[in-house]
């Protein structure tokens, strides 16, 4: 296939590189520096416990947005606004995926003619510079329709899926999305605010305790079982113990995080923010870390 | 007079050179390297914008408690126990004044036979080393009878008064102490998760956020007038704006704090937690961070 990547960051240089291997792959940056770094040594793939590896690809401007089979859209939530700007303006033929965290894209897009997927990534990278990415944690990448046809993303899930890098059908694009914000409105914070590996969550009984209760107000909300919920969060965090969360990242490298796409959607849609604590304290927590990282 | 002062930490230094000027002073410390270096080198006394003045002091290990007509006691929280164990063993002469946060003390003092009174300290001040201190903050030390006689208070405090190291007699020692309490509910924890300076809790609007709420839990706890205790709250953040809380340096220097006696305290005292959701949030995560710090 012929595939378009928009977004260099972790997960954006993750796809390019495994996707590759079978495909004709542009990847979409935002900086002249990154595209030439890339233009000139391609992509360096690092993996635990196997050689590093190196990936030709081809590299363009954001602006410069050409048709492809398929759209990957790898952005932040911060991004998300201009990138659907772009994708309206040159309305590209192809499909287009969408793979943030949290909902705050989800009004936005419902606006694209094109036929648009959601997908939430399970696997965990770390970009290690412009143009080489370390994959930390293996995992997959669940695909569900929005306003796409189920047949269209079979037949895309089966051109995508590799052994060593694999693609998953989910049918229900909103359990899908607010599983993964469910688990990332407790780890990610969490995470930023205490400057910890995911692991502690489960490993620090006091995060613990806060954990639990963060699950059971995004389970309240969100008509998920708290149970289960839990359940998941623990395996999430024990499955990527060592792994630093993007939201801990982008608290340690002064960037805007996600926080308004995943807890702000949580206190966006339930119907009296004081039924919800603990996210509330969270949810300011992290914009009172964002504040006191302008002032360095 | 000859006083007598427990605890080498930054207040039991500070104490111990002001007082010098007109007293007697006995210096009580846990460790012989402290009492060498103080015997050697006596202690230095740093100010903001005055030479640094050193002061010659009479220094004994804690287990040698001696009589004195006044006994400061300036040991944090998670010593008080031991403290005390060794001032009823000796049940020396002389009036003892309690100087801790909060009020994990409160009920361990009932059992002493001397006159006892607590009182707040207002002075910010910082121990640079084993025996060097730095005079950050200037303020008074607020005064009050717990089971003295309120007239011995007042001769007491007409022989500790100086103007440039004032005290002042208060007449109830309950609300002096939940007074600073609840101040010390706000500040400290916040400055300790945010690792921020206290005047964060006014200049960070998010941060300001959380504190205004967990002003609103305290006081209602300790019947306090909510807009005052803001009031109080928010001087106290400004007039210290450049001070690290003393929760924010034991959390940086991996040492146990005060949180059990402060956050604690009011968690214990409420009836039922979770109608301060944003007090157990604060200490929950003072608890986290404590235990982060065992891993390092």
Do not use: C
């Not at 990154?34 to 690809?57: H, K, S, W, Y």
């Not at 499909?95 to 419902?110: A, R």
Request: no cysteine; glycine share 6%; net charge negative.
């Amino acid at each position: 296939m012929n595939i378009g990547i928009i977004g260099g960051g972790s997960l954006g240089l993750l796809l390019s590189s495994y996707l590759a291997n079978n495909h004709n792959v542009t990847l979409y940056v935002r900086r002249i520096s990154q595209l030439e770094n890339i233009q000139a040594n391609g992509i360096t793939l690092q993996l635990e416990e196997e050689p590093e590896r190196n990936f030709d690809v081809n590299v363009e401007l954001v602006n410069h947005l050409q048709h492809h089979d398929a759209f990957f859209i790898t952005v932040k939530q911060p991004q998300i606004t201009d990138v659907i700007e772009q994708l309206r303006a040159v309305n590209p033929a192809g499909s287009i995926i969408f793979l943030q965290n949290g909902m705050g894209h989800i009004e936005k897009i419902s606006t694209l003619q094109s036929p648009v997927y959601v997908g939430a990534v399970e696997h965990g990278a770390s970009r290690i510079s412009d143009n080489e990415v370390k994959h930390l944690g293996f995992g997959t990448i669940k695909l569900a329709s929005f306003s796409g046809e189920i047949d269209d993303l079979i037949q895309l899930e089966k051109a995508l899926h590799d052994d060593t890098f694999p693609f998953e059908v989910m049918h229900d694009w909103e359990v899908l999305l607010k599983s993964k914000l469910l688990i990332n409105a407790v780890i990610n914070p969490l995470t930023a605010l205490f400057n910890v590996p995911n692991g502690s969550i489960v490993d620090n009984e006091y995060i613990t305790r806060i954990a639990k209760k963060l699950t059971r107000e995004a389970a309240s909300v969100l008509h998920f079982s708290e149970e289960e919920a839990w359940e998941n969060v623990k395996r999430v965090a024990r499955n990527t113990s060592e792994n630093t969360s993007s939201m801990r990242a982008d608290i340690l490298q002064n960037r805007e995080t996600e926080i308004e796409a995943i807890s702000g959607y949580l206190l966006g849609v339930v119907d009296e923010p004081e039924r919800i604590p603990y996210t509330m304290f969270a949810y300011e927590s992290i914009l009172a870390l964002q504040e006191r990282g302008k002032l360095i």
